[in-house]
């Protein structure tokens, strides 16, 4: 059994869940609509850029799931799916993800954005595997607004892989003969470890990057 590894934001989805989330929050009251969003914007602006400080990013992302119940962030994520992401499901995603399935690979979503948004969307998706930040739980499960270990980010994508992988046979031999599908110049660290890497509508650094390395280059918009 292949692994085939599909990044989520702007890959299987034509857009960024975890910039949405956030700009979501503030429509609907739970953040303070002006600061949040010009942070938010921010962030997201580092992040295309490659320079973004994932722990930073993270305090921030994580600080209104600790100000608000978990079962009211729970009712807007549901809204949030339904009005947002489906939505924003790229049409060649479904069938990609429909070939890795017949060929009896093993699907994952690798995805920087936390585990929590991304549940219900690699659930949305058919997705059984799912490698995401992760917020820390508390008492209840209630969020403390802190990281749980290494952020699914950059190099951290292949430390994150790697701890799950530690049940498979072979973990080294499961990188490398892996398939992963990205948009990212910040996954490039990811997609130079695997057998077959491809950009998916890739932004400007990794269309060149993938062009210098003879990388396949598909669009799933």
């Known amino acids: 059994m292949a692994l085939a590894l599909f990044d989520l934001d702007n890959t299987l989805l034509a857009g960024d869940s ?12 739970a953040v303070h609509p002006t600061c949040h969003a010009e942070t938010n914007d921010r962030f997201y602006q580092e992040y295309v850029a490659g320079t973004l400080d994932i722990h930073e990013f993270c305090r921030f992302a994580f600080s209104p799931l600790a100000e608000h119940p978990r079962a009211q962030l729970e009712a807007w994520r549901e809204r949030f799916i339904d009005t947002l992401i489906r939505p924003m ?10 070939r890795h399935r017949e060929a009896g690979d093993e699907l994952v979503i690798i995805t920087a954005t936390n585990q929590f948004v991304t549940q219900p969307i690699a ?13 820390e739980e508390g008492e209840g499960r209630e969020f403390t607004g802190d990281l749980t270990g290494v952020p699914c980010f950059q190099e951290g994508k292949i430390e994150r892989l790697r701890q799950y992988l530690a049940d498979h046979p072979d973990p080294e031999d499961s990188i490398a003969q892996a398939s992963f599908y990205s948009d990212s110049r910040n996954d490039i660290p990811l997609l130079e470890r695997v057998g077959h890497p491809v950009a998916v509508d890739p932004d400007p650094a990794l269309a060149a990057h993938a062009h210098n390395q003879g990388w396949p280059v598909i669009s799933l918009r």
């Open 18 to 29: 975890d910039h949405a989330w956030n700009e979501f929050l503030a429509e609907v009251g």
């Open 89 to 98: 499901i790229a049409p060649g995603a479904p069938p990609l993800l429909a």
């Open 123 to 135: 659930d949305l998706l058919g997705v059984d595997h799912l490698i995401a930040t992760l917020a």
